[in-house]
Protein backbone atom coordinates (compact mmCIF):
# COMPACT_ATOMS: atom_id res chain seq x y z
CA UNK A 1 0.00 0.00 0.00
CA UNK A 2 0.70 3.57 -0.10
CA UNK A 3 2.90 4.88 2.14
CA UNK A 4 3.68 8.79 2.49
CA UNK A 5 6.57 10.17 5.21
CA UNK A 6 6.60 13.87 6.03
CA UNK A 7 9.23 15.93 7.21
CA UNK A 8 9.76 18.07 9.64
CA UNK A 9 7.81 16.78 12.38
CA UNK A 10 8.11 20.17 14.52
CA UNK A 11 8.85 23.65 12.44
CA UNK A 12 9.46 26.91 14.37
CA UNK A 13 9.63 30.19 12.38
CA UNK A 14 9.35 34.03 13.23
CA UNK A 15 6.18 35.75 11.49
CA UNK A 16 6.52 37.03 8.55
CA UNK A 17 9.51 34.05 7.33
CA UNK A 18 8.69 31.41 5.14
CA UNK A 19 7.68 27.59 6.13
CA UNK A 20 8.32 24.73 3.97
CA UNK A 21 7.31 21.20 4.76
CA UNK A 22 7.77 17.68 2.64
CA UNK A 23 6.38 14.84 1.87
CA UNK A 24 7.27 11.42 -0.23
CA UNK A 25 5.05 8.98 -1.35
CA UNK A 26 5.50 5.58 -2.59
CA UNK A 27 3.04 4.40 -5.08
CA UNK A 28 3.30 5.81 -8.64
CA UNK A 29 -0.63 5.16 -8.81
CA UNK A 30 -1.06 8.08 -6.82
CA UNK A 31 -2.90 11.50 -7.97
CA UNK A 32 -4.25 13.38 -5.57
CA UNK A 33 -2.03 15.14 -2.35
CA UNK A 34 -4.13 17.35 -0.81
CA UNK A 35 -3.08 19.21 2.47
CA UNK A 36 -4.88 19.26 5.94
CA UNK A 37 -4.07 21.92 8.51
CA UNK A 38 -5.37 20.77 12.14
CA UNK A 39 -5.95 23.05 15.08
CA UNK A 40 -6.45 21.92 18.55
CA UNK A 41 -9.20 20.36 19.33
CA UNK A 42 -10.78 20.64 15.67
CA UNK A 43 -11.16 18.35 12.36
CA UNK A 44 -8.82 18.55 9.23
CA UNK A 45 -9.20 21.22 7.43
CA UNK A 46 -8.10 21.25 3.68
CA UNK A 47 -6.11 24.02 2.70
CA UNK A 48 -4.95 23.43 -0.44
CA UNK A 49 -4.83 20.19 -2.79
CA UNK A 50 -2.97 19.43 -6.06
CA UNK A 51 -3.65 16.45 -8.90
CA UNK A 52 -0.69 14.50 -10.42
CA UNK A 53 -1.38 16.28 -13.71
CA UNK A 54 -0.41 19.93 -12.41
CA UNK A 55 3.56 20.70 -10.97
CA UNK A 56 2.49 23.85 -8.99
CA UNK A 57 -0.47 25.52 -7.21
CA UNK A 58 -1.00 28.51 -5.32
CA UNK A 59 -3.67 30.33 -3.10
CA UNK A 60 -2.72 33.30 -1.36
CA UNK A 61 0.12 32.46 0.69
CA UNK A 62 -0.27 29.04 0.27
CA UNK A 63 1.35 27.46 -2.51
CA UNK A 64 1.91 23.60 -3.14
CA UNK A 65 4.30 22.13 -5.83
CA UNK A 66 4.54 18.15 -6.98
CA UNK A 67 7.35 16.26 -8.46
CA UNK A 68 6.05 13.27 -10.13
CA UNK A 69 9.10 11.96 -11.21
CA UNK A 70 10.58 12.24 -7.68
CA UNK A 71 7.46 11.49 -5.91
CA UNK A 72 7.42 14.15 -3.45
CA UNK A 73 5.47 17.16 -3.18
CA UNK A 74 5.95 20.19 -0.75
CA UNK A 75 4.10 22.63 1.11
CA UNK A 76 5.16 26.50 0.78
CA UNK A 77 3.62 29.03 3.71
CA UNK A 78 5.07 32.85 2.92
CA UNK A 79 4.61 35.77 4.99
CA UNK A 80 3.42 33.75 8.25
CA UNK A 81 1.29 34.87 10.90
CA UNK A 82 0.71 33.52 14.24
CA UNK A 83 -2.44 32.45 13.24
CA UNK A 84 -1.03 30.15 10.66
CA UNK A 85 0.22 27.95 13.81
CA UNK A 86 -1.27 23.70 13.98
CA UNK A 87 -0.58 21.00 12.93
CA UNK A 88 -0.03 20.15 8.98
CA UNK A 89 -1.04 17.22 7.21
CA UNK A 90 -0.27 15.74 3.84
CA UNK A 91 -1.47 13.04 2.41
CA UNK A 92 -1.77 10.88 -0.81
CA UNK A 93 -4.79 9.26 -2.64
CA UNK A 94 -5.49 7.20 -5.63
CA UNK A 95 -7.78 6.25 -8.04
CA UNK A 96 -9.63 2.98 -8.73
CA UNK A 97 -9.79 0.52 -5.64
CA UNK A 98 -8.04 3.59 -3.51
CA UNK A 99 -10.52 5.96 -4.40
CA UNK A 100 -11.16 8.43 -1.09
CA UNK A 101 -8.32 6.44 0.55
CA UNK A 102 -6.22 9.17 2.17
CA UNK A 103 -2.66 7.95 3.57
CA UNK A 104 -1.41 10.76 5.62
CA UNK A 105 1.76 11.95 6.79
CA UNK A 106 2.65 11.84 10.25
CA UNK A 107 2.22 16.11 10.45
CA UNK A 108 4.09 18.68 11.28
CA UNK A 109 3.47 21.06 14.35
CA UNK A 110 4.31 24.31 13.42
CA UNK A 111 5.07 26.99 15.74
CA UNK A 112 5.15 31.02 14.31
CA UNK A 113 6.37 33.28 16.75
CA UNK A 114 5.18 36.95 16.44
CA UNK B 1 -16.47 26.24 8.48
CA UNK B 2 -17.15 22.62 7.28
CA UNK B 3 -20.11 21.27 5.63
CA UNK B 4 -19.93 18.31 7.33
CA UNK B 5 -21.48 18.09 11.41
CA UNK B 6 -20.86 15.39 13.36
CA UNK B 7 -22.75 14.34 16.91
CA UNK B 8 -22.12 14.37 19.71
CA UNK B 9 -18.85 16.14 19.97
CA UNK B 10 -18.09 14.58 23.24
CA UNK B 11 -19.22 11.20 24.31
CA UNK B 12 -18.44 9.05 27.75
CA UNK B 13 -19.27 5.49 27.06
CA UNK B 14 -18.66 2.33 29.27
CA UNK B 15 -17.31 -0.64 27.86
CA UNK B 16 -20.56 -2.55 27.63
CA UNK B 17 -22.64 0.38 26.39
CA UNK B 18 -24.13 0.74 23.10
CA UNK B 19 -24.02 4.43 21.43
CA UNK B 20 -24.02 5.88 18.13
CA UNK B 21 -21.89 8.46 16.08
CA UNK B 22 -23.90 10.59 13.88
CA UNK B 23 -22.71 12.70 10.75
CA UNK B 24 -24.94 14.51 8.49
CA UNK B 25 -23.65 16.43 5.31
CA UNK B 26 -25.50 19.00 2.80
CA UNK B 27 -22.74 19.22 -0.10
CA UNK B 28 -24.35 16.10 -2.34
CA UNK B 29 -21.58 14.37 -1.80
CA UNK B 30 -22.17 10.67 -2.64
CA UNK B 31 -19.29 9.92 -0.84
CA UNK B 32 -18.95 9.43 3.19
CA UNK B 33 -16.01 8.16 5.19
CA UNK B 34 -15.07 7.89 8.89
CA UNK B 35 -11.69 8.05 10.30
CA UNK B 36 -9.94 7.16 13.31
CA UNK B 37 -7.74 9.82 14.94
CA UNK B 38 -5.59 9.02 17.95
CA UNK B 39 -3.80 11.96 19.66
CA UNK B 40 -0.43 13.21 17.79
CA UNK B 41 -1.34 10.56 14.92
CA UNK B 42 -2.83 11.20 11.86
CA UNK B 43 -6.16 10.08 10.76
CA UNK B 44 -6.76 6.43 9.99
CA UNK B 45 -9.14 5.31 7.27
CA UNK B 46 -11.82 2.98 8.83
CA UNK B 47 -14.91 3.04 6.22
CA UNK B 48 -15.93 4.41 2.83
CA UNK B 49 -19.37 4.44 1.56
CA UNK B 50 -19.87 5.54 -2.15
CA UNK B 51 -23.63 5.64 -3.29
CA UNK B 52 -24.90 4.34 0.99
CA UNK B 53 -23.37 1.12 0.26
CA UNK B 54 -20.05 -0.01 2.00
CA UNK B 55 -16.71 0.09 -0.22
CA UNK B 56 -14.22 -0.13 1.83
CA UNK B 57 -13.44 -1.71 5.58
CA UNK B 58 -10.30 -1.23 6.81
CA UNK B 59 -10.56 -4.40 8.94
CA UNK B 60 -11.76 -2.52 11.58
CA UNK B 61 -13.24 -4.91 14.59
CA UNK B 62 -17.22 -5.70 14.76
CA UNK B 63 -17.61 -3.71 17.61
CA UNK B 64 -17.81 -0.66 14.95
CA UNK B 65 -20.74 -0.89 12.67
CA UNK B 66 -21.56 2.11 9.84
CA UNK B 67 -24.47 2.88 8.63
CA UNK B 68 -25.73 5.01 6.01
CA UNK B 69 -29.29 5.44 5.93
CA UNK B 70 -29.48 7.76 2.67
CA UNK B 71 -26.98 9.94 0.86
CA UNK B 72 -27.15 12.57 3.55
CA UNK B 73 -25.94 10.57 6.79
CA UNK B 74 -23.65 8.18 7.93
CA UNK B 75 -24.00 6.30 11.40
CA UNK B 76 -21.21 4.81 13.26
CA UNK B 77 -22.98 2.47 16.44
CA UNK B 78 -20.40 1.41 18.79
CA UNK B 79 -20.91 -1.39 20.86
CA UNK B 80 -18.35 -3.18 23.69
CA UNK B 81 -16.15 -1.08 22.81
CA UNK B 82 -12.22 -1.20 24.54
CA UNK B 83 -10.52 1.49 26.18
CA UNK B 84 -8.07 1.76 23.43
CA UNK B 85 -10.97 2.53 21.23
CA UNK B 86 -10.42 6.29 22.78
CA UNK B 87 -9.58 8.65 19.87
CA UNK B 88 -11.31 11.78 17.95
CA UNK B 89 -13.84 9.89 15.35
CA UNK B 90 -13.89 12.10 12.47
CA UNK B 91 -16.74 11.76 9.66
CA UNK B 92 -15.80 12.94 5.79
CA UNK B 93 -17.45 13.35 2.52
CA UNK B 94 -16.38 13.93 -1.06
CA UNK B 95 -18.09 13.67 -4.45
CA UNK B 96 -17.98 10.17 -6.04
CA UNK B 97 -15.79 8.74 -8.35
CA UNK B 98 -18.61 8.08 -10.85
CA UNK B 99 -18.74 12.18 -9.91
CA UNK B 100 -14.93 12.90 -11.36
CA UNK B 101 -13.94 14.68 -7.80
CA UNK B 102 -12.02 13.41 -4.79
CA UNK B 103 -11.45 16.27 -2.45
CA UNK B 104 -12.25 15.26 0.81
CA UNK B 105 -14.07 17.50 3.56
CA UNK B 106 -13.68 16.72 6.98
CA UNK B 107 -16.52 17.32 9.67
CA UNK B 108 -14.99 18.60 13.42
CA UNK B 109 -15.04 14.96 14.92
CA UNK B 110 -16.58 13.36 17.87
CA UNK B 111 -14.02 12.71 20.73
CA UNK B 112 -14.59 9.48 22.51
CA UNK B 113 -13.83 8.31 25.93
CA UNK B 114 -14.40 4.77 26.56
CA UNK B 115 -13.98 3.93 30.45
Known amino acids: GENVEQHPSTLSVQEGDSAVIKCTYS??????FPWYKQELGKGPQLIID?????GEKKDQRIAVTLNKTAKHFSLHITETQPEDSAVYFCAASGSGTSYGKLTFGQGTILTVHP | DTEVTQTPKHLVMGMTNKKSLKCEQHMGHRAMYWYKQKAKKPPELMFV???????INESVPSRFSPECPNSSLLNLHLHALQPEDSALYLC??????????????FGEGSWLTVV
Open chain 1, 50 to 54: IRSNV
Open chain 2, 92 to 105: ASSLSPREGGNTIY
Open chain 2, 49 to 55: YSYEKLS
Open chain 1, 27 to 32: DSASNY
